[in-house]
């Protein structure tokens, strides 16, 4: 039988946030001696990005000949080693090593995506003599705090207008103006956005009814061979009403949708770049194109207090949440304020990629497909 391998942390989810500290034990059972050179526990957080791109030319002998190119990135944001255990043999039994680890505060949050990855993992490693390593893996969700009541702007409505002639060859049907509205201009995941569609139809065109997006763009940056980009865009939630607009009348249209599970927004500058964006689509009639508009969401783990129901309870936060805010800090309007109103968050799996990236670098024997980091989800 094959030795087994039992990781045990402090947080069952394995959900840390940057600044905490890991804290957990492995229990390795062993089924036979292992003759090693030494025994190491490793926490490495990574962020990787891959994709290759083909392109087929002919020769002057008419000779098709494709050239690939390997487009590739990678970040470093920790790496620690411990050895628990030097050269000599391991023998049959129940081997149990701890371990306390603090993550960085500067750790971009764990997020996985078509061409690359953010990824931390806790392992153990034997390093054997005349044999193949034995390596054993527990992937962990590391989130950086995006508190959204520190950016004041976040506070304020989001409007978008746009305007449109109407034409249809020969005839020009009149113009179509239309906006789309939120209350705030970041959310949480499980937060609800509400947002009016307003549309005034000066044309002689009815409307056919409209579909509401809630968008996400992963921007891949490839620094080597050199820097080049590759994108992924899903539709997270659609929101599809039949309702109509007649010609020459003003609507207004109400809804609202839920953020699922998601990664907070990042830095346009690191190697994988998420934003998020709600759009609206108008359906015309007709010869007529469909008509869009949207506004930017940002995305974070910590809500806005203006954005919590009136009824939220008075709850204490988990140890995983941020700090509470000192009575000398919540006098000082540039701090965020108190935190006792926010309930806390469960944790649910981040919604996936159909093909989620495979790092090819890592054995076949030890790699880790298709892990879905946890985010917060508040109610």
Same mark, same amino acid.
């Given at each position: 039988?094959?030795?087994?391998?039992?990781?045990?942390?402090?947080?069952?989810?394995?959900?840390?946030?940057?600044?905490?500290?890991?804290?957990?034990?492995?229990?390795?059972?062993?089924?036979?001696?292992?003759?090693?050179?030494?025994?190491?526990?490793?926490?490495?957080?990574?962020?990787?990005?891959?994709?290759?791109?083909?392109?087929?030319?002919?020769?002057?002998?008419?000779?098709?000949?494709?050239?690939?190119?390997?487009?590739?990135?990678?970040?470093?944001?920790?790496?620690?080693?411990?050895?628990?255990?030097?050269?000599?043999?391991? #023998?049959?039994?129940? $081997?149990? &090593?701890?371990? /306390? =680890?603090? !993550?960085?505060?500067?750790?971009?949050?764990? *997020?996985?995506?078509?061409?690359?990855?953010?990824?931390?993992?806790?392992?153990?490693?034997?390093?054997?003599?005349?044999?193949?390593?034995?390596?054993?893996?527990?992937?962990?969700?590391?989130?950086?705090?995006?508190?959204?009541?520190?950016?004041?702007?976040?506070?304020?409505?989001?409007?978008?207008?746009?305007?449109?002639?109407?034409?249809?060859?020969?005839?020009?049907?009149?113009?179509?103006?239309?906006?789309?509205?939120?209350?705030?201009?970041?959310?949480?995941?499980?937060?609800?956005?509400?947002?009016?569609?307003?549309?005034?139809?000066?044309?002689?065109?009815?409307?056919?009814?409209?579909?509401?997006?809630?968008?996400?763009?992963?921007?891949?940056?490839?620094?080597? #061979?050199?820097?080049? $980009?590759? &994108?992924?865009? /899903? =539709?997270? !939630?659609?929101?599809?009403?039949?309702?109509? *607009?007649?010609?020459?009348?003003?609507?207004?249209?109400?809804?609202?949708?839920?953020?699922?599970?998601?990664?907070?927004?990042?830095?346009?500058?690191?190697?994988?770049?998420?934003?998020?964006?709600?759009?609206?689509?108008?359906?015309?009639?007709?010869?007529?194109?469909?008509?869009?508009?949207?506004?930017?969401?940002?995305?974070?783990?910590?809500?806005?207090?203006?954005?919590?129901?009136?009824?939220?309870?008075?709850?204490?936060?988990?140890?995983?949440?941020?700090?509470?805010?000192?009575?000398?800090?919540?006098?000082?309007?540039?701090?965020?304020?108190?935190?006792?109103?926010?309930?806390?968050?469960?944790?649910?799996?981040?919604?996936?990629?159909?093909?989620?990236?495979?790092?090819?670098?890592?054995?076949?024997?030890?790699?880790?497909?298709?892990?879905?980091?946890?985010?917060?989800?508040?109610?």
């Amino acid at each position: 039988m094959p030795s087994v391998c039992k990781f045990t942390l402090d947080h069952p989810n394995a959900v840390y946030y940057c600044g905490q500290t890991i804290n957990g034990t492995i229990s390795l059972t062993t089924t036979s001696e292992k003759n090693i050179r030494h025994a190491s526990i490793i926490f490495l957080g990574e962020g990787k990005v891959k994709w290759e791109e083909s392109t087929t030319s002919t020769d002057a002998k008419g000779v098709a000949i494709t050239t690939t190119i390997y487009y590739s990135s990678h970040e470093v944001y920790i790496s620690n080693r411990t050895t628990v255990r030097g050269q000599g043999t391991l #023998p049959v039994g129940v $081997h149990t &090593y701890t371990f /306390r =680890i603090k !993550v960085p505060m500067d750790c971009p949050t764990s *997020c996985e995506g078509r061409y690359g990855h953010i990824r931390y993992a806790i392992s153990l490693k034997l390093n054997r003599v005349l044999r193949f390593d034995n390596t054993y893996y527990k992937p962990l969700t590391v989130l950086k705090r995006v508190d959204l009541n520190k950016y004041p702007t976040f506070k304020l409505p989001l409007l978008t207008e746009q305007n449109a002639s109407l034409c249809c060859w020969p005839c020009n049907s009149g113009k179509l103006l239309y906006s789309l509205q939120t209350p705030f201009g970041a959310y949480t995941p499980g937060q609800t956005i509400k947002f009016s569609l307003g549309i005034h139809n000066n044309s002689m065109v009815d409307t056919k009814g409209y579909h509401v997006d809630f968008i996400q763009k992963m921007t891949f940056t490839a620094h080597s #061979p050199n820097r080049s $980009h590759q &994108y992924e865009r /899903r =539709i997270l !939630v659609r929101k599809i009403s039949t309702d109509i *607009c007649r010609r020459l009348t003003n609507c207004i249209f109400n809804g609202e949708l839920r953020v699922p599970s998601v990664p907070p927004t990042t830095e346009p500058a690191n190697i994988i770049y998420i934003e998020y964006k709600l759009k609206a689509t108008i359906i015309m009639t007709g010869c007529h194109k469909s008509r869009d508009v949207s506004v930017p969401i940002f995305i974070g783990n910590i809500p806005l207090l203006e954005s919590l129901p009136s009824n939220a309870e008075r709850m204490e936060m988990p140890p995983s949440a941020p700090k509470m805010a000192t009575a000398e800090e919540n006098l000082n309007p540039e701090m965020p304020p108190n935190y006792t109103d926010i309930k806390p968050p469960s944790y649910r799996e981040a919604m996936q990629s159909d093909t989620p990236f495979v790092d090819n670098d890592v054995d076949k024997h030890h790699r880790v497909v298709g892990f879905k980091p946890l985010y917060p989800m508040y109610s």
